[in-house]
């Protein structure tokens, strides 16, 4: 544990301090001792339905002070420990045991001072990481949720998919739920549940298969995502991850029918008025994403200018306002609602799909899809790919061909892949408090970036990411189609600009004329540090001005230069030479910077 942290929860202990969590649902007080050799008391307060955090308090006490293993009955020998819970389950509920196994959780005191034995250092220190733990992941909690699960880590025995958890049912979630997991490092990560397979299992010692419904295994992605490291094997007694806790919950899902707005307002994605109404008080806590659960795609909505303001002129079936998430085509065209049928199927829709059909449609899909060898995707097989870009020109079983590919697509439009589109909720994180320092640097890159567009310039485009080779996995550069690159303004190994959601990533672009107009391939290093779950995920790309600026930057210094030793020349005072090069070097810039400017403007 850093000095840092543990000063911070020392002084906590030493002052006091109140945590409520949710709208009052925990209450988590720490009553303060000013030299800590006196009692330190905890004292919680629960609602009935958030159980969760009870398990969430035993999982991280027994992760730090028993190496992430239950030791029922066992208690260090210093340590007196002790909680008050309220009203914390009814008279009969199954989870009426919660009360009695806190009494072993949190410290009444925690030794401080010289002269502690090992067991007592390691007692104390125990103690503050767990309360660490427990402070933030509720805080990263969305207590809105409708469901909570507090579970602890195991490595999954398998890693693809990347954004897969799994955990034993039955549970109060589903197979396949699509669900947000969070821990005392990050707060929000989208993954798929699963059944654990036989390769997990396996590795779990003989205490965890006794309370195997307590573990969730998660793939090293995620781990590496949710706590900053590596799961270690044989290595779990020495600062491991093996039983650290973290929460997994479900939002209720939000799916709404799709619609087409005007011609004038085709540049974004819209909310129907009645939606983005709905969502008001809402957005305050959470960024939206548009989601096809069936391609695995994922698009980032600005909430505040998605507002349609059609006041109620978008109407359902019964001719009252509706609901509606407006799409324009291109849009539609990078989350796949324009592909019939899909080109990509994530693998777990496709099985659901298979099941839901009569043998006649699930025939005409197997006839036109296959699993992508390594991958979590089922994908149209070559010859039905080359048959929907050839259309119109004539080729052997060209009629086959068609009408296997127009049974496949009235099967998937039959099933609603076409008709609706997801609504995922992402809480915003929490922006901490910024120094002056801090306060001065963000202003500073506002001010430098206003600057590099008024002289520069940029055109921002919505594109489809998909792999690149693994050359460009290693060198880690991008790859876009000649046209992208013009309309982008860049040409090869210039820089570019991707954005998914707040994360981004600057990398050297080339060409791969294979790719179409709006697909972009990006390397998996840059995915991962994206933050990109899928393949299919759909970001904003523009070209680095500042890399642009750079590279003009000989002829800015001897044109700035030349008007430096011009302006002392003629004028006399200091003073009004500077002001005069003040006036003047912007110009000059500007005027230098047309030939880039002209490209994107």
Not at 570 to 582: E, K, P, T
């Given at each position: 544990?850093?000095?840092?942290?543990?000063?911070?929860?020392?002084?906590?202990?030493?002052?006091?301090?109140?945590?409520?969590?949710?709208?009052?649902?925990?209450?988590?007080?720490?009553?303060?001792?000013?030299?800590?050799?006196?009692?330190?008391?905890?004292?919680?307060?629960?609602?009935?339905?958030?159980?969760?955090?009870?398990?969430?308090?035993?999982?991280?006490?027994?992760?730090?002070?028993?190496?992430?293993?239950?030791?029922?009955?066992?208690?260090?020998?210093?340590?007196?420990?002790?909680?008050?819970?309220?009203?914390?389950?009814?008279?009969?509920?199954?989870?009426?045991?919660?009360a009695s196994l806190l009494q072993v959780l949190l410290p009444e005191y925690i030794l401080?001072?010289?002269?502690?034995?090992?067991?007592?250092?390691?007692?104390?220190?125990?103690?503050?990481?767990?309360?660490?733990?427990?402070?933030?992941?509720?805080?990263?909690?969305?207590?809105?949720?409708?469901?909570?699960?507090?579970?602890?880590?195991?490595?999954?025995?398998?890693?693809?998919?990347?954004?897969?958890?799994?955990?034993?049912?039955?549970?109060?979630?589903?197979?396949?739920?699509?669900?947000?997991?969070?821990?005392?490092?990050?707060?929000?990560?989208?993954?798929?549940?699963?059944?654990?397979?036989?390769?997990?299992?396996?590795?779990?010692?003989?205490?965890?298969?006794?309370?195997?419904?307590?573990?969730?295994?998660?793939?090293?992605?995620?781990?590496?995502?949710?706590?900053?490291?590596?799961?270690?094997?044989?290595?779990?007694?020495?600062?491991?991850?093996?039983?650290?806790?973290?929460?997994?919950?479900?939002?209720?899902?939000?799916?709404?029918?799709?619609?087409?707005?005007?011609?004038?307002?085709?540049?974004?994605?819209?909310?129907?008025?009645?939606?983005?109404?709905?969502?008001?008080?809402?957005?305050?806590?959470?960024?939206?994403?548009?989601?096809?659960?069936?391609?695995?795609?994922?698009?980032?909505?600005?909430?505040?200018?998605?507002?349609?303001?059609?006041?109620?002129?978008?109407?359902?079936?019964?001719?009252?306002?509706?609901?509606?998430?407006?799409?324009?085509?291109?849009?539609?065209?990078?989350?796949?609602?324009?592909?019939?049928?899909?080109?990509?199927?994530?693998?777990?829709?496709?099985?659901?799909?298979?099941?839901?059909?009569?043998?006649?449609?699930?025939?005409?899909?197997?006839?036109?899809?296959?699993?992508?060898?390594?991958?979590?995707?089922?994908?149209?097989?070559?010859?039905?790919?080359?048959?929907?870009?050839?259309?119109?020109?004539?080729?052997?079983?060209?009629?086959?061909?068609?009408?296997?590919?127009?049974?496949?697509?009235?099967?998937?439009?039959?099933?609603?892949?076409?008709?609706?589109?997801?609504?995922?909720?992402?809480?915003?994180?929490?922006?901490?408090?910024?120094?002056?320092?801090?306060?001065?640097?963000?202003?500073?890159?506002?001010?430098?970036?206003?600057?590099?567009?008024?002289?520069?310039?940029?055109?921002?485009?919505?594109?489809?990411?998909?792999?690149?080779?693994?050359?460009?996995?290693?060198?880690?550069?991008?790859?876009?189609?000649?046209?992208?690159?013009?309309?982008?303004?860049?040409?090869?190994?210039?820089?570019?600009?991707?954005?998914?959601?707040?994360?981004?990533?600057?990398?050297?672009?080339?060409?791969?004329?294979?790719?179409?107009?709006?697909?972009?391939?990006?390397?998996?290093?840059?995915?991962?540090?994206?933050?990109?779950?899928?393949?299919?995920?759909?970001?904003?790309?523009?070209?680095?001005?500042?890399?642009?600026?750079?590279?003009?930057?000989?002829?800015?210094t001897i044109a700035i230069l030349g008007t430096v030793l011009a302006v002392f020349q003629?004028?006399?005072?200091?003073?009004?030479?500077?002001?005069?090069?003040?006036?003047?070097?912007?110009?000059?810039?500007?005027?230098v910077l047309n030939e880039e400017r002209v490209k994107v403007k």
């Open positions: 544990m850093d000095h840092q942290r543990k000063q911070k929860i020392t002084n906590i202990l030493k002052k006091g301090r109140r945590f409520t969590f949710g709208q009052g649902d925990l209450v988590l007080e720490v009553a303060g001792c000013a030299d800590l050799q006196e009692q330190v008391r905890i004292h919680a307060q629960v609602n009935p339905r958030h159980t969760f955090a009870v398990d969430l308090v035993q999982y991280a006490m027994e992760y730090e002070l028993t190496g992430g293993r239950s030791q029922s009955g066992k208690e260090p020998e210093e340590a007196m420990v002790f909680v008050d819970v309220q009203d914390l389950c009814e008279s009969g509920n199954t989870s009426s045991n919660k401080h001072g010289k002269g502690l034995s090992p067991l007592q250092v390691a007692f104390r220190d125990g103690v503050l990481k767990a309360l660490l733990h427990i402070v933030r992941t509720l805080q990263h909690a969305d207590w809105n949720a409708a469901d909570i699960q507090a579970f602890r880590l195991w490595q999954a025995g398998t890693h693809k998919p990347q954004d897969r958890a799994e955990i034993y049912f039955p549970s109060r979630f589903e197979e396949n739920d699509l669900l947000t997991i969070c821990s005392s490092r990050v707060m929000a990560e989208k993954v798929r549940l699963g059944k654990p397979g036989a390769k997990s299992e396996k590795n779990l010692d003989e205490e965890a298969l006794s309370h195997k419904e307590q573990y969730a295994f998660l793939t090293n992605r995620l781990i590496e995502i949710l706590f900053g490291r590596e799961w270690i094997t044989g290595r779990e007694e020495e600062a491991g991850l093996r039983g650290i806790p973290f929460l997994l919950y479900r939002n209720e899902p939000d799916r709404y029918l799709l619609g087409i707005p005007k011609a004038d307002q085709i540049d974004r994605v819209f909310f129907s008025s009645k939606l983005f109404s709905e969502k008001k008080e809402e957005a305050k806590a959470y960024d939206y994403v548009v989601y096809n659960r069936y391609t695995d795609s994922r698009l980032y909505v600005d909430y505040a200018k998605a507002d349609y303001k059609d006041y109620g002129r978008v109407k359902d079936n019964q001719g009252h306002p509706a609901s509606k998430l407006l799409i324009p085509r291109y849009q539609r065209k990078l989350l796949g609602y324009l592909d019939e049928p899909l080109t990509m199927i994530r693998a777990e829709e496709y099985v659901r799909i298979l099941e839901k059909v009569s043998p006649e449609e699930k025939q005409a899909l197997e006839t036109c899809y296959e699993k992508i060898s390594g991958e979590t995707y089922y994908s149209l097989k070559n010859i039905y790919k080359k048959q929907m870009a050839l259309s119109g020109e004539d080729i052997p079983e060209r009629k086959s061909l068609e009408n296997d590919l127009e049974r496949a697509a009235q099967v998937l439009k039959d099933q609603g892949v076409y008709s609706y589109g997801e609504l995922l909720k992402i809480p915003k994180e929490k922006s901490g408090k910024r120094g002056f320092a801090g306060t001065l640097k963000r202003w500073t890159k506002k001010l430098a970036f206003f600057l590099l567009d008024r002289t520069i310039g940029k055109a921002e485009y919505l594109l489809k990411c998909e792999w690149t080779s693994e050359t460009d996995d290693r060198n880690n550069v991008a790859r876009l189609s000649s046209n992208m690159m013009s309309l982008l303004g860049v040409s090869e190994n210039d820089k570019i600009r991707i954005k998914f959601g707040k994360r981004v990533q600057i990398l050297r672009v080339l060409t791969n004329n294979e790719l179409g107009d709006y697909q972009i391939g990006i390397p998996a290093t840059a995915r991962k540090k994206l933050g990109m779950n899928s393949v299919n995920d759909i970001v904003v790309v523009h070209r680095d001005m500042v890399h642009t600026f750079l590279r003009h930057s000989e002829e800015q003629v004028v006399d005072s200091v003073l009004a030479g500077i002001i005069a090069c003040l006036i003047f070097i912007p110009l000059i810039m500007y005027f």
